[in-house]
T-cell receptor, first 113, second 115 residues
Framework: GNSVTQMEGPVTLSEEAFLTINCTYT??????LFWYVQYPGEGLQLLLK?????DKGSNKGFEATYRKETTSFHLEKGSVQVSDSAVYFC????????????FGEGTQLTVNP | GAGVSQTPSNKVTEKGKYVELRCDPI?????LYWYRQSLGQGPEFLIY????????DSGLPNDRFFAVRPEGSVSTLKIQRTERGDSAVYLC?????????????FGPGTRLTVL
């Protein structure tokens, strides 16, 4: 079956630090990969996505590259802000699982001024 | 409305009671999904509708859980004989189509507490 593994959290950084949140996956078919973000008191929002190998998704300064050879989709940002404090979820869907999303456990990020 | 809405935002009930959770998807979205999120975990899939029919209900944990979408828009998740282990945030999402590349847009969730 499909699964997503995220780096253990929580992660605490100072403002302007570099961020990496690791995500690896196991999928039966050819998955699409997603990063969702959950800000305090808000619902899940799509941050970025990539639908095929070597695609790079990007949004709000965040980037992630779909690496089929390492089955990874690591999230990166060059300079984090306090407003980036949130929980980040890596997820996948593929044609063998219909349209369901399989999520990782989430990584809590706290950015201090 | 502009986004997916869910009501109620919070529901507290007693063990053994029946509850209904409502989801109003984005207008025009044909696919609707229910997920359950326990504390400190990622969301887990429950059921997915394409139009009025349940295309995949393999995530429903047991026969106490049931969901409907009679007119292809609003959906209701129904839980009978609630148990303390049902306590979680129930999330609804919708997407325009149902391909695995389609973006799912999530509602704010209903926090269910079973005492």
């Amino acid at each position: 079956g499909n699964s997503v593994t995220q780096m253990e959290g929580p992660v605490t950084l100072s403002e302007e630090a570099f961020l990496t949140i690791n995500c690896t996956y196991t999928a039966t078919g050819y998955p699409s990969l997603f990063w969702y973000v959950q800000y305090p008191g808000e619902g899940l929002q799509l941050l970025l996505k990539a639908t095929k190998a070597d695609d790079k998704g990007s949004n709000k300064g965040f980037e992630a590259t779909y690496r089929k050879e390492t089955t990874s989709f690591h999230l990166e940002k060059g300079s984090v802000q306090v407003s980036d404090s949130a929980v980040y979820f890596c997820a996948l869907s593929d044609e063998t699982s219909g349209s369901r999303l399989t999520f990782g456990e989430g990584t809590q990020l706290t950015v201090n001024p | 409305g502009a986004g997916v809405s869910q009501t109620p935002s919070n529901k507290v009930t007693e063990k053994g009671k029946y509850v209904e959770l409502r989801c109003d998807p984005i207008s025009g979205h044909t696919a609707l999904y229910w997920y359950r999120q326990s504390l400190g975990q990622g969301p887990e899939f429950l059921i997915y509708f394409q139009g009025t029919g349940a295309a995949d209900d393999s995530g429903l944990p047991n026969d106490r859980f049931f969901a409907v979408r009679p007119e292809g828009s609003v959906s209701t998740l129904k839980i009978q004989r609630t148990e303390r282990g049902d306590s979680a945030v129930y999330l609804c999402a919708s997407s325009f189509l149902a391909g695995n590349w389609d973006t799912q847009y999530f509602g704010p969730g209903t926090r269910l507490t079973v005492l």
